[in-house]
């Protein structure tokens, strides 16, 4: 089954305590992206990568970063986690020209 | 640069009756056009999309959409509905070519009462 999993979906933290969320896919995409959702503004864009090694930041990046080093995998990491990033965030992968799939989404708190 | 906008934020109806929820998208090439619906608590799943061919689109849960490039438009509508579409509906485009960036709208929540 095509899947993206994204892990934890749940996650409460304290301001400053660097956090990993993990995101992999099974359907050999090569365009994968983090995005969070927060009420009234929508999906926006963290970072995508366009393929392994190859990432760029979206429309909200500040502090946040990724990595991509293998195909499968994109985790977004929050070095010094702040409570303005409490959202829920989500992780999609995308072939070209086809619609994107979406994780379950991560629901993340920081107090 | 693309963007989308929804015209409404929340749209309430009664079950059975039928509702358009719109979208206006802006590109300066030409672009692919997507809506997907999110549930209370879950993710987001594609309810349909236009890559190309026939601008009238049926996607799932009896809804459709039609590709208007003339008014830069995508409405989604369904004759009839029912409380279980209630959802939050995000429409979204990408440009075509080698541009994967996929961007949304704000997002409609429509809310079907008995």
């Known amino acids: 089954e095509a899947q993206v999993t994204q892990n934890p979906r749940y996650l409460i933290t304290v301001t400053g305590k660097k956090l990993t969320v993990t995101c992999s896919q099974n359907?050999?995409?090569?365009?994968m992206s983090w995005y969070r959702q927060d009420p009234g503004l929508g999906l926006r864009q963290i970072y995508y990568s366009m393929n392994v090694e190859v990432t760029d930041k979206g429309d909200v990046p500040e502090g946040y970063k990724v990595s991509r080093k293998e195909k499968r995998n994109f985790p977004l990491i929050l070095e010094s986690p702040s409570p303005n990033q409490t959202s829920l965030y989500f992780c999609?992968?995308?072939?070209?020209?086809?619609?994107?799939?979406f994780g379950q989404g991560t629901r993340l708190t920081v107090v | 640069a693309q963007s989308v906008t929804q015209l409404d934020s929340q749209v309430p109806v009664f079950e059975e009756a039928p509702v358009e929820l719109r979208c206006n998208y802006s590109?300066?090439?030409?672009?692919?056009l997507f809506w997907y619906v999110q549930y209370p608590n879950q993710g987001l799943q594609l309810l349909l999309k236009?890559?190309?061919?026939?601008?009238l689109v049926k996607g799932i849960n009896g809804f459709e959409a039609e590709f208007n490039k003339s008014q830069t438009s995508f409405h989604l509508r369904k004759p009839s509905v029912h409380i279980s579409d209630t959802a939050e509906y995000f429409c979204?485009?990408?440009?075509?070519?080698?541009?994967?960036?996929?961007?949304f709208g704000k997002g409609t929540l429509l809310t079907v009462n008995p």
């Open positions: 236009y890559l190309s061919g026939s601008t």
């Open positions: 979204a485009v990408s440009a075509w070519g080698s541009n994967y960036k996929l961007t």
């Open positions: 359907m050999n995409h090569e365009y």
């Open positions: 999609a992968s995308r072939g070209l020209n086809t619609e994107a799939f």
């Open positions: 590109s300066s090439v030409s672009v692919y």
